[in-house]
């Protein structure tokens, strides 16, 4: 076989094995959304929570998760989602509206859905993809720099060089400053106690409100230890609240 | 310092005392025979001046006294003072009767008669009361005292001569505390009855914490007190017979396991008088530290921490719902235990129907066993379809500590019927619903998966490939520095630099001056302008500045000969051109 006749070969067979990768998801996805129009929320929610684990994640899904967790009354789920979604695709204007929907439906204020100020900054860096700009700039610069030492470039080659540099580490400052945030969840219970310690026996110490979004200091088990948007520490079981930063670990309690 | 709660406010008095109670102005006490307690009303004088102070005390004794008891109507007397109020429970010969006492302090208006009315209180009454009112003041003075009530009435007259060295007989006195645990090892969430038992041979008046309990890695709830006999229960104590009455008990849950300990508390118990040359006096008694062992749960999924005896139950306020109405299902816990722990209900999935976060009620009363009763948990349930829907069993797990092991009670399934019309007519709509949603009654879902945006680096992989250019940089101007010096020389210039050079070219042309001088302002500008030429430079520019420089330093260096100005403004227009050209 020529080289020549490789390279489609491999292309065609990286298409085949990508498209039967999807098609299972695609199917899944589908019937998770018949489930929705057909009023069976829990089904729905728990395939939505499959194909996250299996790493299908994408704003669509969290979207149509967020549907029908409101459909179910469960506004605290709802919010986790679309702050997920809004987390994978910070550019969603749709979810941004349903986002400040929400937390005004949970009477919640700005502050405590957005506990945390760099990951702001995080949404930012993923919205305008400032990390592949800083490569692309520093990729700039290092040729621009080698040119003129090569000689080979025009006049102001040094100078071009400088400037794209200094603006990929401008650029790349802003998603690594990002990667500081610590990282948060979000309560998907009324009411979800705050325990003095990482156990079912501990004591109450407080509650937190649907949908307030508290920053993890730290993870023990079922057990996460949060602040939440009063200043008070406490334990919270996992079951009540969310994490925003990665795919829900476990099957969600339907 | 604190008073016992409950009924131990006040003083233990044994036999003798009660004959001393009363004052010169002691009333008739009507005793009915079939009342349950009796009510007295006395003065401590009959006859006073009007500058003088009267004290009236009203004493209930019994079982079923009023709760109220009215100040009577007064003649030619006003309250100044009180009321003051006590509970006491007495230990007279050995039995134990209980008594609340008011106390009132009158002041006389003027010269003349005066009465105390009758006491009307649980439908007994007592005498009115006489009293003469003369003038000035007749009663002797009493010294200064902050609380008019702190001094006992009936108080030794020896005290101040000898008070100090007659109260050391109460320190010999048998008097005994006792904190008892019902048990000394349980697990996490089980409950221990705590009793504090007074233990004594003596007549008690007073009883107080000098300390009060610490209760550290156990939730705490008050029981009543036993009922014994009012003469207490005989008991063994260290080898020494005492008569022991209970004085406070406690429903304790272990929060968390280990060896837990109750550290001691001390109490002030306060010893009557029993006769006139005894003083009585007070002493301190602590209990012993008490130690509990307490397991751990075992953990289990779906386990909420419930330990006791419970029963799961559901059920539905209506077996038929027309569509487009809710029926509510209440799920409740009954039983004995820490139901108080438990504050939330299972999950409720109904498929087919909106189910909403439920509304939870108690109804919860401690006893020695735990705290019983049955805690529910209310779910609005909305059918979205019609037809029969079915719900499944709901489990409640606890923990049976007789058994050792978490027991899952689970609820029968239900079944709600759902009558005619057609879906989403009049179903109530989550306050949450998108605007979408809303405004179309479908929900906005979107049809295609789209993927997560592709690749990107993580802060690791940035950072390093940030510090991987910042290298590559310095490495390049590392190699410009040690080959060829063109980071330094022609690049190093300044646009000041250049501009300053050109100015100086100009000058050459301009302005009369030597040969010498032109040659070495030429110099000096292509010099600063393009720095210094590595003798390895063989570049176009490099071989250019050379031979400039080579002319300018002909004509400088050269004899006077003739004219050299044409020269030196060809020279400063190509130093001029190299300079634009390459600085």
Known sequence: ?????????????????????AGPSEDRFREANDLVRSGDYPRAIAIYGELARAGAESATLYWNWAQAATARGAHGESLWA???????????????????????????????IAPEPLAVAGRFARRYRLDLVALGLLALSVAAHG??????????????????????????????????????AAVVRRGAPLVDAASPSADATGTLR???????????????????????????????????DTAPAAQPRD | MRRLRGLIAGALLLAASPGGAGGPGETQSPQDRNAQFTLRSEVDAHKIGVQDPLQLTITVEGSNAPDEIPLPPLVNLEVTAGPFQSSQISIVNGRMSQSRTLSYVLQPRAVGKAEIGAVQAGGQSTAPIAVDVVAGAIRPKEPQRQDPFGRDPLGDPFEDMFGARRRGRSETLRVQMEAQPSRSRLHVGEPLVLTYWLYTQA????????????????????????????????????GQSYRRFPILRKLLFPTKAGTLTIPASVFRVGIARTSFFDAGGTIERPTKPVTITVDPLPDAPGFSGAVGHFKATASLDRDTVPLGEAATLRFRVEGTGNLKWVDRAPELLVSGAKVFPPQSKSDLRTTESGVSGSRSWEFVVVPETSGAIEIKPMAFSYFDAGAGKIVSSETAPLTLKVAGGTAAAGLPQAPGLSAAARATGALPLRSELDRHAGWAPGPRLLASLVGL???????LIGLGMRGGGSYGSAHAASSRSVRAALRELERVSREPMTKEQAAALVEKALDEAMGGIADADDSERAGAIRALLDDVRFVRYAPQLGDYSEKLKDLAARAAEAVRRWA
Do not use: C, I
């Open chain 2, 203 to 238: 007549s008690v008046a007073d009883l107080q914490f000098k300390e009060a309990p610490q209760y550290a890695g156990f939730w705490v709830e008050d029981l009543e007190r036993e009922k014994v006999s009012p003469s207490g229960e005989a008991a063994s104590l260290e």
């Open chain 2, 469 to 475: 250019a910042l290298v590559l940089h310095a490495g």
């Open chain 1, 147 to 184: 040119a003129a030492r090569l000689r080979r470039a025009p006049r102001g080659g040094l100078r071009v060089a400088g400037a794209t540099l200094v603006l990929a580490v401008a650029a790349a400052a802003v998603p690594l400053a990002a990667s500081f945030a610590r990282p948060t």
């Open chain 1, 82 to 112: 679309l702050l997920r979604a809004r987390e994978l695709d910070p550019g969603d204007r749709a979810v941004a509206r349903d986002v400040e929907r929400l937390r005004e439906a949970l009477n919640l204020d700005r502050a405590e």
């Open chain 1, 1 to 21: 076989m020529g080289v020549s006749a490789r390279g489609p070969l491999l292309a065609g067979l990286l298409l085949a094995a990508a498209s039967a990768a």
């Open chain 1, 210 to 244: 649907e949908g307030e979004v508290v920053p993890v200091l730290e993870a023990s088990g079922d057990w996460l230890r949060v602040e939440d948007n009063a200043g008070a520490r406490g334990w919270v079981h996992q079951a009540d609240v969310r994490r925003l």
